[in-house]
C-alpha cells in the first residue's frame, strides 16, 4: 500500500494524551492523523451515545474525512463492514496496554 | 452425486486454538472439535448480535445453512461445558476476507487489502518482523 495513510485512533478526549478507547465506535474522539504532512486533528463522534448503528455512522463519517487505516482495540462488525467496502485497512492494538493516543502517533512517526 | 459444500467466509482467525476444563472432573482426554465456521457462526449471531440472516450473508450461505451450523455450534458447546470436555477449534470449508498479520514487535494486528507476496511491514512500528495469522495457528 503505496498510498498516503490518513489514520484514525479513537481516544477518550480531545488531546493526544488520553488512552485509547477500548471500543472503536463509542469513543468520544477521534485523531486523525495525515502520515505525509504529519498532521493532526480531532473528530468529535456525536454518535457514540446512539442505541444502535454507531459504528456505521461514524465509520462512514470518518471515511468521508479522508481517512483509509482504522487503528483501534476493539473493531466491531459494522465498523469492519464499513471497512471491507472502502478498502480501508485495519489495524488491532495489543490488548493488554493501555495506550495513549500520543504513543501510538510516535510508533508511526517512528518507523 | 452430492453437490460440494461451498467454502464459508469468515472474517478472520480465532484468538485461540481452544479451551481446556478446570476441576476434578474436567478431562483433556475428551475433546469436542469445533469448526472455524461453526466457531464465526456464534461470533456473529450471539458475540455481534447479529440476525440469522445477516449473519448467512457475512458467511455467504443461506439462511438454513447458517441456522444448521449455528445449531450445531451450540450443541458442542452445551456438551463440551456439561460433560467437562475441552473445545478445540480447527479444520472447516472456510475462506478469509483478507490476509491478517501479526507483528512480533508491537504485538499490533493488522490486514492487507489485495494481493501480497508476504513480505509485509507493520504499518504501526515498521518492523518486518511480522507473521501471517493463518500460517501461524
Known amino acids: 500500500m503505496d498510498n498516503v495513510k490518513i489514520i484514525a485512533i479513537p481516544v477518550m478526549g480531545k488531546s493526544t494524551d488520553y488512552k485509547v478507547s477500548k471500543l472503536f465506535a463509542r469513543s468520544p474522539f477521534f485523531i486523525i492523523y495525515d502520515e505525509k504532512n504529519q498532521t493532526i486533528q480531532f473528530a468529535k463522534n456525536d454518535y457514540k451515545g446512539d442505541q444502535a448503528q454507531s459504528g456505521k455512522h461514524i465509520s462512514k463519517l470518518l471515511v468521508a474525512k479522508g481517512v483509509n487505516v482504522f487503528c483501534g482495540h476493539d473493531i466491531g462488525f459494522n465498523v469492519q463492514k464499513i471497512a471491507e467496502e472502502n478498502n480501508i485497512q485495519l489495524i488491532l492494538l495489543p490488548e493488554t496496554k493501555g495506550m495513549m493516543g500520543e504513543t501510538v502517533i510516535n510508533m508511526i512517526k517512528k518507523k | ?137
Open chain 2, 1 to 137: 452425486m452430492a453437490r460440494p459444500v461451498n467454502p464459508r467466509k469468515v472474517f478472520s482467525r480465532p484468538k485461540v486454538k481452544g479451551f481446556i476444563p478446570m476441576g476434578f472432573y474436567a478431562s483433556d482426554l475428551d475433546t469436542i472439535y469445533l469448526s472455524v465456521e461453526e466457531y464465526e457462526s456464534i461470533r456473529l449471531k450471539d458475540y455481534m448480535g447479529l440476525s440469522q440472516l445477516e449473519s448467512s450473508e457475512h458467511m455467504a450461505v443461506s439462511r438454513p445453512t447458517l441456522t444448521r451450523i449455528y445449531e450445531k455450534a451450540r450443541n458442542k458447546i452445551a456438551e463440551a461445558l456439561c460433560e467437562g470436555k475441552q473445545i478445540l477449534i480447527q479444520g472447516g470449508n472456510v475462506i478469509y476476507h483478507e490476509k491478517w498479520f501479526v507483528c512480533n514487535s508491537c504485538s499490533s494486528k493488522f490486514n492487507i487489502k489485495g494481493k501480497s507476496d508476504n513480505t509485509e511491514k507493520c504499518p504501526l512500528c515498521g518492523s518486518e518482523n511480522v507473521v501471517l495469522i493463518e500460517n501461524d495457528l
